[in-house]
């Protein structure tokens, strides 16, 4: 078909310009992202993400990971040969799953005419089906590593006084500076959990000065828990004086030791089932936990004299993946009235979870690797009660 003006008179049909319009609004969106900071292409970031262009759902993408040698030495003239230690090798997969976003455009929608496409309930549309795309994959990185997406418990908890459930916690288990301590020492010894054997200490992961270090991401509750702590006041209040980004002004992430503290969102929205994307979220975040196993936004939640927790977490490398499938498509659907008013869509291929790895071979045996959360461990401290 002939056009005057390309950008008045659009061919709805064209893959190119459909493809064209979703990336501008992905890529208009991509710096909101909570989690865009922790991805890379490799498991030494905290989400491993991976691209497969050509997979749509249903197909598989493989993460494989190498282990390391343990075995002895022969010493001396003690023989050598026969007695090599076999190679490990760990993996985890991951389902390819499609998602789709439909928007409602209304009756004022067709803009072909008027010569300027960015105005048009279309640009519109494109911007908030991307933005909304956004939260829906940041609160499936959430709901993961808090043990929610798909019913996928966190393999390891810690507590505070280990205590054992979410209903034994009690008003005082709540974050502080000697729990701070705590939790640094149960993360380099990979034992002494309320939920959880002994395990492989997390990877740490690499910031962009080359340091190593752990993430400790904090429920809302818990941070302020931790501003209150008379310990910790003192403390941070002479590592700054000045009161310069200091986190208990301004709540900026503070290291100590390596361990970096930083807070999480909160959670707004209602979730009919615990899939990826069966959630409406207006705002992406960490949800409380309560002694039911019930998250927010879940019907029950919070029933009256239930404890409900914050549910802080541990990240080490390679904690989540993340893979997506074929590149989002956009399609446009018009009312059989005469196209009065019409319909958008945003189609996405992905999926996301934490990462749980398979032993190939066979697993260490004290550092534990294989059937358990590889780069997540969990932090329950009291919350409140329900009314």
Do not use: C
Not at 8 to 23: C, E, H, P, T
Not at 56 to 75: P, R, V
Not at 152 to 157: A, I, Q, R, W, Y
């Amino acid at each position: 078909m002939a056009v005057e003006n390309e950008t008045a008179f659009v061919d709805y049909d064209s893959d190119l310009i459909r493809k064209g319009w979703v990336k501008e609004g992905l890529i208009q969106n991509a710096h909101k992202s909570f989690w865009a900071p922790y991805t890379g292409n490799s498991g030494e970031s905290v989400v491993y993400q991976k691209n497969m262009t050509g997979v749509k759902e249903g197909n598989t993408i493989i993460f494989d990971y190498d282990g390391y040698l343990t075995g002895e030495m022969a010493l001396d003239r003690e023989q050598a040969w026969g007695k090599g230690e076999g190679k490990r090798k760990f993996s985890g997969s991951l389902k390819i799953r499609r998602g789709r976003i439909p928007v409602n455009n209304g009756d004022k929608f067709n803009g072909k005419e008027i010569g300027d496409l960015s105005i048009t309930e279309h640009s519109d549309s494109r911007r908030k089906l991307a933005d909304l795309w956004g939260r829906h994959k940041d609160q499936a990185h959430f709901d993961s590593v808090q043990g929610r997406l798909d019913s996928l418990t966190n393999s390891h908890v810690i507590r505070p006084n280990n205590r054992a459930t979410v209903g034994d916690l009690i008003p005082t288990d709540v974050m502080s500076y000697d729990f701070l301590l705590e939790l640094n020492e149960k993360m380099l010894e990979g034992d002494g959990f309320a939920v959880g054997s002994k395990r492989m200490p997390l990877k740490p992961f690499q910031i962009q000065n080359g340091e190593v270090i752990w993430n400790l991401l904090l429920d809302n509750t818990a941070f302020f828990q931790l501003k209150k702590d008379a310990r910790f006041q003192d403390l941070v209040a002479q590592g700054d004086v000045r009161g310069m980004n200091n986190f208990l002004f301004k709540g900026q992430p503070i290291q100590i030791g390596q361990l970096m503290v930083s807070v999480a969102p909160i959670f707004f929205g209602t979730s009919t089932d615990r899939r990826a994307g069966k959630t409406k979220p207006e705002i992406s975040g960490f949800r409380k936990l309560d002694e039911d196993g019930l998250y927010t936004g879940e019907v029950g939640f919070g029933a009256s004299t239930k404890i409900i927790a914050s549910r802080s977490v541990l990240l080490g490398a390679g904690a989540l993946q993340y893979g997506m499938g074929m590149e989002p498509d956009y399609n446009l659907e018009f009312s059989p009235d005469h196209k009065i008013t019409s319909e958008s869509l945003l189609e996405v291929w992905f999926n996301v979870q934490k990462t749980q790895l398979l032993p190939e071979s066979v697993d260490y045996d004290e550092a534990r690797i294989g059937n358990m959360d590889y780069g997540v461990v969990a932090v329950d401290t009291y919350a409140s009660v329900g009314v």
